[in-house]
């Protein structure tokens, strides 16, 4: 039951960030600022990760390859796929409803805590619009991250294969172009999309309808980063399934 | 004017709101005393708002609160102040960014005539120097201040303060007592304050609110509250030696 009432809660949280819209020039303030502090104070991690993931692909197909008959251009074509399908676009939303989701919850949460979003109602201000909408918008550059993530994975994927002497150069990058399916890159941008919304939304809705102090705070910023998480592992089969079935 | 009626609020089992049934006068500094939990703070937020009640009305002016749909209620909402126990200043903004955001969400002035109306409010709470700083590097005093200036500087016709003399020293309490009286007068405001700081009900109580256990026990004004015989008021109000002094020294003086 305490489920059921959670969702509702969450969906009518939603329709309500949509309700009353605050000023546009000082959304567009909010949004700039939100931008800096989700997309691009996340790149540096995103851009780390995703480099020694593509390199441990590589790593891992080459091991993996014990017969002669395989064509060495697997590695590449292996990494290829393994990035852009899943490494880039569900491994790196994982990584941001950690990064960026607990940083929603917790500035949120705070500012339950010190009344400061009562503050903002008592004023007459849509809290939600005021403190969700820009954190949507800003995340709908979310899918520029996510193709970053591709290319360095990639990258990550050939200095690994080249350099630790697993493959030629023109191997690796023969396996990239082989078999090609322009469509694997739109389906990635759909689900990062799909993602984008659930970092920016599940944890607002934690950190917003958060009650009690600062210990509170953190557990819900946990709390936050387990659902956040679930919620895209479930998207993720759904739109694989429907997408890709 | 506030007139509220029959007022009830409960959180599952608990009666926390019994009919409360009482009007707070233009002008005129409203006091809401009573110890911890008889209902002071959820009485406030359900006259702003913040908090449905179960039964009962909250009339501004005659309109009913409680029938309005919440954008008519934000609407309202922005003829109100309300200086927060604990500030709830915008931690990421400046002392000046705090008392400009109301103008800046909800006027078309210029930025010059922000500036000019914030530099006016800041100057009114005694806060020349502290524009540029953030209200981590204020005092309490200082914050409580900017709390009063965010408050007042769209003119509201409704002042709301929720202990704003907590964690503050005697003086500074005064100072605030004092600053909220005089705006209270000066712009004719209807100021509802939630107190139980004894200073003030002695110092600023032109309408004071007794509640107890949920219940409006008792109600009158500070000069009431030496002559009552109420119990549960003397009980709370003079729970100390020095007020208990201080009420005999007045009545003494009376007869």
Redesign the interface.
Known sequence: MSYMTSIGSYAIMVVETFK?P??WH?MRTLILKEIDELIYGSMGIIIFISFFIGGVVAIQTALNISNPLIPKNLIGFATRQSVILEFAPTFTSIIMAGKVGSYITSSIGTMRV???I??L??????SLNYLVFPKIVAMFLYPFVVAIAMYIGIFGGWIAGVFGGFSSSADFVEGLQLDFIPYHVTYSFIKSVVFAFVIATVPSYHGYYMKGGALEVGKAATVSFVWTSVVIIVLNYILTQLMLG | MIEVGDLYKSFGDTEVLKGISTSFEKGKTNLIIGQSGSGKTVFMKCMLGLINPDKGYIRYEGRDYSEMALAEKRNLRQEMGMVFQGSALFDSMTVEGNVMFPLDMFTRQSRSEMQDRVDFVLKRVNLVDAHKKFPSEISGGMQKRVAIARAIVMNPKYLFCDEPNSGLDPKTAILIDNLIQEITQEYNITTVINTHDMNSVMEIGEKIVFLKDGWKAWEGSNKDIFRTDNEAVTNFVYSSELFKKVRQMYLEERN
Do not use: L
Request: hydrophobic share 35%; proline share 0%; net charge negative.
């Open positions: 009353k605050t000023k000082v010190t009344e400061q009562d503050a109602e008592v004023m007459g201000v849509n």
